[in-house]
């Protein structure tokens, strides 16, 4: 009965005339907004409009204010529309909730496919209140859209490189988070975060009305943790202190459901999408108590459509070599791994990359932190599932997971050593008109007295910037992540030779053609962890006559001997069984500023000149065009 009584109260206060106060607080709408799936709890919500929020695209693309995923889908479709030549937008899955998960493809079609070039993924919004990210990969879609033709760095980049761009991989978890006052973990699936069985019976209450899930206090001398913070002279911040020992308890705002003494402790959804990767994932529960779990982690490696739909676009795009899948909100740039420290497992020569772009990336952003996930992030404490693991390990790639937004501790204002939240009230007061604390103010509740609703704006402070402030935080993440493209393998031919090594009898002689090529970009063609997982193939120079193959012909391939045919009952395309029409030599992996080279013995009888070309071919440097020889 208690159960239903709570429901009933939800549904009478969704309604309640909003509290006008010193802040621009949300504004409910008399819509409802469903959430899909099945639950104990309700799945409709009064639909809120944030102010900051732009809910119908105008004219132009501003970055001081959020983007709902329709407005984000109108950019992506105008730009595709009127940039045909480098911009392709496209559906690479659905939704749990069946909306469509839309990407672009960035890059010259006048230089070459997608595929023929190295690339760059950048995601955006995987987990579903950290918006800042979206806005992240917008803001580089723009700059690198707006740069083509004008700016001749980034026409380079596009000409060379490929840049994939998906904005929201979440768009549930988005729409929920900017159309409501709810938040939630990572999808809407739901889920039993509580472990009693029930599914989502327990989310938060607007119990005042004005569209914000707040903090809650009431006096509670008994079990109270939170005294007034002495270093807040305003009396807003509270301190936590042992249990009995404070004068507060606090909750997020809401009422207790399904009885059970808890507030809000089972809102909508709670699976991590961030904890959903195959590689050293970890299950929610195990059967003997002693092993490792991965709160979040879902049913299995990829269960969730989200995931798979990266995972599926990755592997079916080997040329991708860096890939950065932003959250918020530390700020730190995140890397792998995420189980052990990054010298027990990682080649020396690739951990030597990571840590070059942990420093560079500081310089780039001002981020105060850079590093692994297990040491620098978790402090010693396993991640299991974790994107930078599935990135590095099972992918081969450099793959960072940076977070966003340093939620207002900008400097220590009082000078105690430490940026905390007395820190973050005093840059809202001085930088952000106050507009990011909330006044506690009384409201009703139906299980303590005295209750107060107050504190930080959980989505627009905590969370996320606000909006005034987007875009410093939005550009300098898509600034480190321009720079990372930049890095990029890149082929250029060197000269090519050709040398008599012996004359025989007749009129047949032997030439050795050397061809070289230069990898003019950073990054080696493939990280060596990229080499042992086979998810590259070494860099390969291949040669093609002029005229077709040997038989018939006035020469013969000496050196390197074809391949021998493959047998037994290995399962292989039928691109391998008919076999190459072409000469090739494995050259392995070349390093950033090396030159590679291939040798090639052939014999020419009683012919003046042969014609060929040759062409480079990796997995993650691309392909290098043809360059035709003569052998004379």
Same mark, same amino acid.
């Given at each position: 009965?208690?159960?239903?009584?709570?429901?009933?109260?939800?549904?009478?206060?969704?309604?309640?005339?909003?509290?006008?106060?010193?802040?621009?607080?949300?504004?409910?709408?008399?819509?409802?907004?469903?959430?899909?799936?099945?639950?104990?709890?309700?799945?409709?919500?009064?639909?809120?409009?944030?102010?900051?929020?732009?809910?119908?695209?105008?004219?132009?693309?501003?970055?001081?204010?959020?983007?709902?995923?329709?407005?984000?889908?109108?950019?992506?479709?105008?730009?595709?529309?009127?940039?045909?030549?480098?911009?392709?937008?496209?559906?690479?899955?659905?939704?749990?909730?069946?909306?469509?998960v839309m990407q672009m493809t960035l890059t010259s079609s006048k230089y070459g496919t997608d595929t023929d070039k190295p690339a760059a993924f950048f995601?955006?919004?995987?987990?579903?209140?950290?918006?800042?990210?979206?806005?992240?990969?917008?803001?580089?879609?723009?700059?690198?859209?707006?740069?083509?033709?004008?700016?001749?760095?980034?026409?380079?980049?596009?000409?060379?490189?490929?840049?994939?761009?998906?904005?929201?991989?979440?768009?549930?978890?988005?729409?929920?988070?900017?159309?409501?006052?709810?938040?939630?973990?990572?999808?809407?699936?739901?889920?039993?975060?509580?472990?009693?069985?029930?599914?989502?019976?327990?989310?938060?209450?607007?119990?005042?009305?004005?569209?914000?899930?707040?903090?809650?206090?009431?006096?509670?001398?008994?079990?109270?943790?939170?005294?007034?913070?002495?270093?807040?002279?305003?009396?807003?911040i509270m301190k936590r202190v042992p249990r009995g020992e404070g004068v507060y308890a606090t909750s997020a705002e809401g009422i207790d459901n399904d009885?059970?003494?808890?507030?809000?402790?089972?809102?909508?959804?709670?699976?991590?999408?961030?904890?959903?990767?195959?590689?050293?994932?970890?299950?929610?529960?195990?059967?003997?108590?002693?092993?490792?779990?991965?709160?979040?982690?879902?049913?299995?490696?990829?269960?969730?459509?989200?995931?798979?739909?990266?995972?599926?676009?990755?592997?079916?795009?080997?040329?991708?070599?860096?890939?950065?899948?932003?959250?918020?909100?530390?700020?730190?740039?995140?890397?792998?791994?995420?189980?052990?420290?990054?010298?027990?497992?990682?080649?020396?020569?690739?951990?030597?990359?990571?840590?070059?772009?942990?420093?560079?990336?500081?310089?780039?952003?001002?981020?105060?932190?850079a590093g692994d996930v297990y040491n620098d992030y978790g402090g010693g404490q396993p991640l299991f599932g974790h994107g930078p693991d599935f990135g590095?390990?099972?992918?081969?790639?450099?793959?960072?997971?940076?977070?966003?937004?340093?939620?207002?501790?900008?400097?220590?204002?009082?000078?105690?050593?430490?940026?905390?939240?007395?820190?973050?009230?005093?840059?809202?007061?001085?930088?952000?008109?106050?507009?990011?604390?909330?006044?506690?103010?009384?409201?009703?509740?139906?299980?303590?007295?005295?209750?107060?609703?107050?504190?930080?704006?959980?989505?627009?402070?905590?969370?996320?910037?606000?909006?005034?402030?987007?875009?410093?935080?939005?550009?300098?993440?898509?600034?480190?992540?321009?720079?990372?493209?930049?890095?990029?393998?890149?082929?250029?031919?060197?000269?090519?030779?050709?040398?008599?090594?012996?004359?025989?009898?007749?009129?047949?002689?032997?030439?050795?053609?050397?061809?070289?090529?230069?990898?003019?970009?950073?990054?080696?063609?493939?990280?060596?962890?990229?080499?042992?997982?086979?998810?590259?193939?070494?860099?390969?120079?291949?040669?093609?006559?002029?005229?077709?193959?040997?038989?018939?012909?006035?020469?013969?391939?000496?050196?390197?001997?074809?391949?021998?045919?493959?047998?037994?009952?290995?399962?292989?395309?039928?691109?391998?069984?008919?076999?190459?029409?072409?000469? $090739?030599? &494995? %050259?392995?992996? !070349?390093?950033? *500023?090396?030159?590679?080279?291939?040798? /090639? @013995? =052939? +014999?020419?009888?009683?012919?003046?000149?042969?014609?060929? $070309?040759? &062409? %480079?071919?990796? !997995?993650?440097? *691309?392909?290098?065009?043809?360059?035709? /020889? @003569? =052998? +004379?």
């Amino acid at each position: 009965m208690k159960r239903i009584t709570g429901i009933l109260f939800i549904v009478l206060v969704s309604g309640a005339t909003r509290f006008i106060g010193a802040q621009d607080h949300a504004i409910p709408d008399s819509s409802i907004y469903t959430v899909g799936g099945q639950r104990h709890g309700i799945s409709f919500f009064p639909r809120v409009k944030h102010p900051g929020v732009e809910y119908s695209p105008g004219d132009t693309l501003s970055f001081d204010r959020y983007h709902t995923y329709g407005v984000i889908c109108h950019w992506m479709t105008r730009w595709a529309e009127e940039h045909p030549e480098i911009v392709t937008l496209y559906e690479v899955g659905r939704s749990y909730e069946g909306r469509p998960v839309m990407q672009m493809t960035l890059t010259s079609s006048k230089y070459g496919t997608d595929t023929d070039k190295p690339a760059a993924f950048f995601e955006g919004n995987r987990h579903s209140g950290e918006i800042t990210s979206a806005e992240s990969v917008l803001w580089l879609a723009r700059h690198l859209i707006e740069g083509y033709g004008n700016d001749p760095e980034i026409t380079d980049l596009l000409d060379h490189f490929t840049v994939y761009l998906r904005p929201v991989n979440n768009p549930d978890g988005h729409e929920l988070y900017l159309n409501t006052a709810q938040s939630n973990r990572s999808t809407v699936r739901p889920d039993d975060n509580d472990n009693d069985g029930l599914y989502d019976e327990d989310p938060p209450e607007d119990l005042d009305g004005d569209g914000i899930i707040l903090t809650l206090r009431w006096p509670d001398r008994k079990n109270g943790t939170l005294i007034p913070d002495p270093a807040d002279l305003s009396g807003r911040i509270m301190k936590r202190v042992p249990r009995g020992e404070g004068v507060y308890a606090t909750s997020a705002e809401g009422i207790d459901n399904d009885g059970d003494g808890r507030i809000n402790e089972d809102g909508i959804g709670g699976l991590d999408l961030h904890r959903n990767y195959p590689e050293n994932w970890r299950p929610e529960r195990e059967m003997t108590g002693r092993g490792f779990t991965q709160r979040g982690a879902g049913a299995y490696p990829l269960s969730e459509p989200e995931t798979r739909a990266v995972f599926a676009f990755l592997m079916t795009h080997p040329n991708i070599y860096v890939v950065n899948s932003m959250d918020t909100t530390v700020p730190m740039h995140l890397r792998p791994p995420s189980t052990s420290p990054s010298e027990e497992r990682m080649y020396p020569e690739d951990l030597k990359w990571y840590i070059y772009f942990d420093d560079l990336a500081g310089r780039i952003t001002g981020y105060e932190r850079a590093g692994d996930v297990y040491n620098d992030y978790g402090g010693g404490q396993p991640l299991f599932g974790h994107g930078p693991d599935f990135g590095y390990w099972y992918y081969g790639a450099i793959w960072y997971g940076d977070e966003l937004w340093n939620g207002g501790r900008y400097k220590d204002y009082d000078g105690d050593g430490d940026k905390d939240q007395v820190d973050m009230l005093a840059w809202d007061d001085e930088e952000n008109g106050g507009e990011g604390f909330h006044e506690w103010k009384p409201v009703s509740h139906p299980l303590h007295d005295s209750v107060e609703a107050g504190g930080f704006h959980p989505k627009f402070f905590s969370q996320n910037p606000p909006a005034a402030h987007l875009e410093k935080w939005a550009a300098n993440q898509a600034l480190f992540n321009k720079a990372l493209i930049s890095h990029l393998p890149r082929l250029e031919w060197e000269e090519y030779t050709v040398k008599r090594v012996k004359k025989h009898r007749g009129d047949s002689v032997d030439y050795k053609l050397t061809v070289r090529f230069r990898n003019a970009g950073k990054l080696p063609t493939a990280l060596s962890q990229a080499h042992l997982v086979k998810i590259v193939k070494p860099d390969e120079v291949r040669i093609t006559i002029e005229g077709g193959n040997e038989k018939g012909s006035r020469y013969r391939i000496l050196e390197p001997l074809p391949p021998a045919p493959r047998r037994g009952n290995m399962m292989y395309s039928d691109e391998e069984s008919r076999g190459p029409e072409y000469i $090739s030599e &494995t %050259v392995g992996y !070349t390093p950033g *500023g090396a030159i590679a080279e291939a040798h /090639f @013995i =052939i +014999r020419l009888f009683d012919t003046a000149e042969l014609k060929g $070309s040759a &062409t %480079v071919v990796t !997995t993650r440097a *691309g392909i290098l065009p043809a360059k035709e /020889f @003569i =052998i +004379r």
